[in-house]
């Protein structure tokens, strides 16, 4: 069954925003609105046979929703059953907070959107999942690329086998580093059942504000004078291996 995936699906879990309740009377009573919260501990996803509708019950196709939600006017209610499957999502007007808010979270998902290749990469230190010492400053010479994760996000977990083998290939020079959020026990615990060969680093959610990492997974390439040539949302395994193989080559 395929998966929708607008800005709109990304930014509800990500990017916490204040509803108010209303009645439908088109939603069936065995549905309910679904939190922010019940979507992100759920991994709720909409896909292309949800129904959709506008407030007045009249059906909305799925190709439409990058549009509807673009400029911001409409808000999307996602409704779900109690095994908390999404089951009917309605637009309605967004309140101009809310339209304010949602813009600002969209520009903080595209990390490109002030992005200029070449930045400076902020230096950060920190310790990985076994206490080793990693500075990125020490690092400069040598090409380090930042996987930005957490063990519940899909995305990430399903890239690893493929990031796994850039790590196999590129052994000389390259250096791979991991950043999660995520605790390190809670970690340790997914790493028991699945391997992710990059050098790990738990527990910093500061190396995430100082890239600015909302989306996951981020993959982000810093070339050996410590400059950022490449930072991405999404699946860009193929790009990361064609950067590095010609970064090494320079």
């Known amino acids: 069954m395929k998966t929708i995936k607008p800005v709109i699906i990304i930014l509800l879990l990500i990017f916490s925003i204040s509803t108010f309740s209303q009645d439908y009377n088109f939603i069936s009573k065995d549905l309910h609105l679904m939190s922010d919260k019940e979507m992100i501990d759920n991994q709720v996803q909409i896909t292309a046979d949800t129904p959709m509708f506008d407030e007045k019950g009249n059906n909305i196709e799925s190709s439409q929703i990058n549009d509807l939600m673009s400029s911001g006017n409409f808000f999307p209610l996602i409704y779900g059953n109690n095994s908390y499957k999404a089951k009917a999502v309605i637009f309605r007007k967004s309140t101009e907070e809310e339209k304010k808010q949602f813009l600002q979270a969209l520009q903080m998902q595209d990390p490109n959107a002030n992005f200029t290749p070449g930045q400076k990469a902020k230096d950060f230190i920190a310790y990985d999942i076994n206490g080793n010492k990693i500075e ?103 790009e990361l291996d064609e950067k590095i193989g010609l970064l090494l080559n320079q």
């Open 136 to 238: 990125l400053s020490k690092l400069k010479g040598k090409i380090v690329v930042l996987n930005f994760w957490f063990p519940q996000c899909k995305p990430c977990v399903k890239e690893m086998p493929e990031l796994n083998k850039l790590t196999k290939k590129y052994t000389k020079n390259v250096v791979f580093i991991s950043v999660t959020f995520e605790k390190k026990q809670v970690v340790k615990s997914f790493l028991s059942t699945r391997d992710f060969n990059y050098t790990q680093i738990t527990d910093n959610e500061s190396i995430l504000s100082d890239y600015h990492v909302s989306a996951f997974p981020t993959h982000i390439i810093i070339d050996k004078n410590g400059e950022i040539i490449m930072n991405k949302v999404g699946d860009f395994v193929k």
